[in-house]
């Protein structure tokens, strides 16, 4: 029990290394998968793709960060 | 030195500064309350495990394709350089408190006096400083994994976070207080632009998607979350001032 508690623990302060907010990590998510297929096609091979993949990360940021900002 | 080197010695070497600032607090909180041999020993313990991890890890590294470690780290540094950058966002813009490691002294020390060991060895103050160690430290072996291994300099990046921790140390056990002078917003907030900058430019390399002016790429990319942080500092004081008027 106490084993499967201080694993429990440990996955939990792994996990919490890199997600914070769900909603968050799952936007971002999204957009690594979105990205991922897009590049696939011969127009993701355009430096365009790339700019449009920073600018979405950006804009999840910014929206990530207004949206904790009023819910505190 | 040359710039690969430099581009990962330098993000290792400001992340693992701000982590042995929140580690030495806990330690000196432990030391000053519970003793310096067992609090010293709990950290020295947990140093051995983190080391013994590096070790492990860096060479098995080495057996994994670039593209696919590109890919992996990537996505993992831009996970955690984004989670950075978001919390120094919301403490710049007044959402969160800053991070003070003079209060957090005082309520460390004030909770460890109170349950002080009778008498045999303190096991449970060694285990407090040895968790301290090893939570905190384990963010700096990753950063240091990451930047290191994707960019193929795993030695000076490990040598930006050795020397981080040999000032910390002492400084910290110099002045026998926390190093609350170190502004700590400020690095994260500049580790977290540097750590999501090299996530999004191995991600996209890894893709196969082209950046515009290849490597020079990751200056822009820097700029360009320097930008989109400064938004969003000035979004959060923004929400924050017409939620205090509607009041």
């Known amino acids: 029990m106490h084993v499967a508690d201080a694993a429990r623990k440990a996955v939990r302060k792994v996990t919490s290394l890199f997600v914070e907010d769900r909603v968050f990590a799952i936007e971002l998510a999204l957009c690594l998968a979105f990205y991922a297929i897009v590049s696939r096609f011969p127009a993701g091979r355009y430096a365009f793709a790339s700019t449009a993949f920073f600018l979405t990360i950006a804009a999840i940021l910014v929206s990530s960060v207004a949206r904790a900002s009023r819910s505190r | 030195m040359t710039n690969v080197a430099l581009s990962a010695g330098i993000p290792s070497f400001f992340a693992s500064l701000v982590e042995f600032v929140e580690a030495l607090t806990i330690v000196l909180a432990v030391g000053a309350t519970r003793g310096w041999r067992t609090a010293a020993s709990g950290a020295a313990a947990g140093?051995?495990?983190?080391?013994?991890?590096?070790i492990a890890l860096g060479p098995a590294l080495?057996?994994?394709p670039i593209d696919t470690l590109q890919l992996v780290?990537?996505?993992l540094l831009l996970f955690f350089g984004l989670r950075w950058l978001r919390k120094a966002i919301l403490r710049y813009g007044g959402a969160i408190a800053l991070h003070d490691e003079a209060a957090i002294f005082e309520r460390q020390s004030a909770a460890f006096a109170s349950g002080a060991a009778a008498n045999g060895y303190d096991w449970g103050a060694f285990a407090t400083t040895f968790n301290a160690v090893v939570l905190e430290g384990l963010e700096v072996v990753f950063i240091v994994i990451a930047v290191g291994a994707a960019a193929g300099a795993l030695v000076p990046a490990g040598i930006g976070a050795a020397l981080a921790g040999a000032i910390v140390c002492t400084a910290g056990f110099a002045l026998r207080a926390p190093l609350a002078r170190v502004p700590e917003n400020a690095l994260k907030f500049a580790v977290g632009i540097m750590l999501s900058a090299f996530g999004t430019f191995w991600t996209a390399e890894a893709l196969g998607m082209p950046l515009p002016g290849e490597d020079a790429s990751l200056l822009l990319l820097i700029a360009g979350f320097l930008v989109a942080s400064l938004c969003g500092i000035a979004a959060v004081k923004g929400g924050?001032?017409?939620s205090d008027a509607r009041r």
């Open chain 2, 62 to 64: 080495r057996a994994v």
């Open chain 2, 47 to 54: 140093v051995g495990l983190l080391a013994v991890a590096v």
């Open chain 2, 73 to 75: 780290v990537g996505v």
């Open chain 2, 240 to 242: 924050r001032r017409s």
